[in-house]
């Protein structure tokens, strides 16, 4: 067939898919044609625009080296992650709402025990953390394997720091009553990173590029799905425009602050300092 013109081309273009044998290679194939044929007919892009669209995505290939993957924040920022996690992650009552995963996870973080500071000395408010795990059923999971991480005073995660020091994250066990108790510092609102064409996507439209203030859970235990998710506080300016829609109310906690007073592991305190409690619940494998 020749002389495609705007009318036939879209079917022809599907045509030549007709022979995938993958039939979901051939269905993501057509839907994709489908897809971004509309989007051309809706926006009618002329040459330049569309040669600037192809630069933004070598752009987006140029930076992605390393731990930067610009690709995946292009898809936190127009939401798309969290349309593939709500796809993905369809829970049953009882199990905590899962989020976007982010870029700073490690998955080689140090063990730590039960009532270890993560802080590792780092400045900001005292964060005394006394969470549980369970089954979505109610059941106290012990052993489960709960990996934290989370921005320093200053917005920034170690990975963003040169010289490789490994703080405010860490590795732990739950003990037999699927608690776990730890000591860091009270995260804050910080940028995702904008030094690249996503970035330049955030500033040409106007957006900002902050997320609230969070902690990174992701919490393993054998015969049940691994959850990955965070805890926001409450009160944040940003909780209502995170830069890559992650925010969910049933992951929103107060973190009540306290002023001086005893620890509840028995550690005299000065000025300020905030608590957390949660009890997740882990879905069942399948
Ligand atoms: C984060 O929370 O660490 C994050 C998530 C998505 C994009 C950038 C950062
Ligand atoms: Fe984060």
């Known amino acids: 067939?020749?002389?495609?013109?705007?009318?036939n081309i879209?079917?022809?273009v599907i045509d030549r898919f007709a022979n995938t044998p993958d039939t979901r290679l051939k269905t993501v194939m057509n839907s994709l044609v489908r897809h971004l044929h509309a989007f051309v007919?809706?926006?009618e892009p002329t040459f330049d625009e569309w040669?600037?669209?192809t630069q933004?995505?070598?752009?987006?290939g140029h930076i992605s080296t390393g731990g930067r993957e610009e690709f995946i924040l292009l898809s936190d920022t127009l939401g798309v992650s969290m349309l593939v996690d709500a796809i993905n992650h369809r829970m049953p009552a009882g199990a905590t709402e899962t989020t976007v995963l982010g870029p700073f996870y490690l998955d080689n973080a140090q063990e730590m025990a039960q009532g270890a500071d993560i802080s590792m000395g780092h400045k900001g408010e005292p964060l005394y953390a006394d969470v549980e795990v369970r089954s979505a059923g109610g059941m106290p999971l012990a052993g489960a394997t709960v990996d934290i991480w989370q921005s320093d005073d200053d917005g920034f995660y170690d990975m963003q720091k040169e010289g490789?020091?490994?703080y405010l994250r860490g590795r732990f066990k739950t003990d037999a009553e699927g608690r776990l108790k730890f000591w860091s510092i009270a995260p804050t609102f910080y940028p995702i990173p904008f030094d690249g064409p996503v970035g330049d996507m955030i500033q040409a439209t106007k957006r900002h590029p902050y997320r609230p203030?969070?902690?990174?859970?992701?919490i393993a235990a054998p015969g049940y799905e691994t959850l990955v998710t965070h805890l926001f506080v409450a009160g944040d300016k940003y909780l209502d425009s995170d830069a890559v829609f992650g925010v969910k109310q049933s992951l929103v906690d107060e973190?009540?602050?306290?002023?001086?007073?005893t620890a509840p592991d028995g550690k005299a305190m000065t000025g300020a300092w905030r608590t957390l409690n949660y009890s997740f619940g882990l879905a069942p494998k399948d």
């Open 41 to 43: 007919k809706d926006v």
């Open 255 to 261: 973190f009540p602050r306290r002023d001086g007073g």
């Open 51 to 53: 040669l600037f669209a």
């Open 213 to 218: 203030a969070h902690l990174h859970f992701m």
């Open 164 to 166: 490789g020091e490994q």
């Open 56 to 60: 933004f995505l070598k752009r987006c």
């Open 10 to 12: 879209t079917d022809a």
């Open 1 to 7: 067939m020749r002389d495609f013109d705007e009318n």
